[in-house]
C-alpha cells in the first residue's frame, strides 16, 4: 500500500541549479497536484493536474514546471533555484470526481536553497 | 490573498481538555471544507469534512460546527489527548472534491499530559 511516494526527502540545492522532484501515486487518481508550506502561511497549490497530458497553474506557479505523461507520475520541477524557493513540497492526489473526495498527501520534500 | 483565514496560530491544552480551532473564509462558492491533521515529518491526512447543507458533524472526539451565514466553521476536539498533538489546517475547495484546496495558515496543537 503505496500511496503518494515522493523523492528526495531532502534535498540542498546552490540558487541557480535545477532539479526535478518526484511523486508518484498508485491509486490510479485522476487529479495530482503541487503544494508548498511554509511557515504561517498553510499549503499553497503550485500547480495541478486532472489527468495525463492536462496541467494547470495554482497559487503560486513562478519558478516552477510540471507535467504529466502518465496517471501515475507528477514531476515538479524547479528551473533556477532561488532562496524563496525553500520550503517543504508536498504531492497529493485524489480522484477527480465524487463528493467528499479524499486527497493523500505524500511525505514531503524539505529543499533548501542557499 | 488569503481566502481561509485559521485561528490561533497556536494553542496548548490539558489533557482531557476541549480544543477549539476556529476558521473564517471569503468565497461563497466554496462548498467542502475538511479539515487535515499533520504529525511532525508527515503529510497532511483528513481528519473530518463538512458540507454547507448541515451545521454539525462528530466523528468520535472531533466535531465541525459550520454557521453558513457567517461564514465559519471550527474544529472541536474533545478529551484532547497527548496524541492529538498535531498541526490543524482548514482547507476549503468547490464542487465538493479535493481539487484546488484553499488551506488555513495552520494551528500548532499542543496537548499536555
Known amino acids: 500500500n503505496a500511496g503518494v511516494t515522493q523523492t528526495p526527502k531532502f534535498q540542498v540545492l546552490k540558487t541557480g541549479q535545477s532539479m526535478t522532484l518526484q511523486c508518484a501515486q498508485d491509486m490510479n487518481h485522476e487529479y495530482m497536484s503541487w503544494y508548498r508550506q511554509d511557515p504561517g502561511m498553510g499549503l499553497r497549490l503550485i500547480h495541478y493536474?486532472?489527468?495525463?497530458?492536462?496541467?494547470d497553474q495554482g497559487e503560486v506557479p513562478n519558478g516552477y514546471n510540471v507535467s504529466r505523461s502518465t496517471t501515475e507520475d507528477f514531476p515538479l520541477r524547479l528551473l533556477s533555484a532561488a532562496p524563496s524557493q525553500t520550503s517543504v513540497y508536498f504531492c497529493a492526489s485524489s480522484f477527480l470526481t465524487g463528493s467528499n473526495s479524499e486527497a493523500f498527501f505524500g511525505q514531503g520534500t524539505r529543499l533548501t536553497v542557499v | 490573498q488569503q481566502q481561509v483565514k485559521q485561528s490561533p496560530q497556536s494553542l496548548i491544552v490539558q489533557k482531557g481538555g476541549i480544543s477549539i480551532i476556529n476558521c473564517a473564509y471569503e468565497n461563497t462558492a466554496f462548498d467542502y471544507f475538511p479539515w487535515y491533521q499533520q504529525f511532525p515529518g508527515k503529510g497532511p491526512a483528513l481528519l473530518i469534512a463538512i458540507r454547507p447543507d448541515v451545521s454539525e458533524k462528530k466523528e468520535g472526539r472531533f466535531t465541525i460546527s459550520f454557521n453558513k451565514s457567517a461564514k465559519q466553521f471550527s474544529l472541536h476536539i474533545m478529551d484532547s489527548q497527548p496524541g492529538d498533538s498535531a498541526t490543524y489546517f482548514c482547507?476549503?475547495?468547490?464542487?465538493?472534491?479535493?481539487?484546488?484546496?484553499?488551506f488555513g495558515s495552520g494551528t500548532q496543537l499542543t496537548v499536555l499530559p
Open positions: 493536474s486532472v489527468g495525463a497530458g492536462i496541467t
Open positions: 482547507a476549503a475547495t468547490f464542487s465538493g472534491s479535493a481539487r484546488q484546496l484553499t
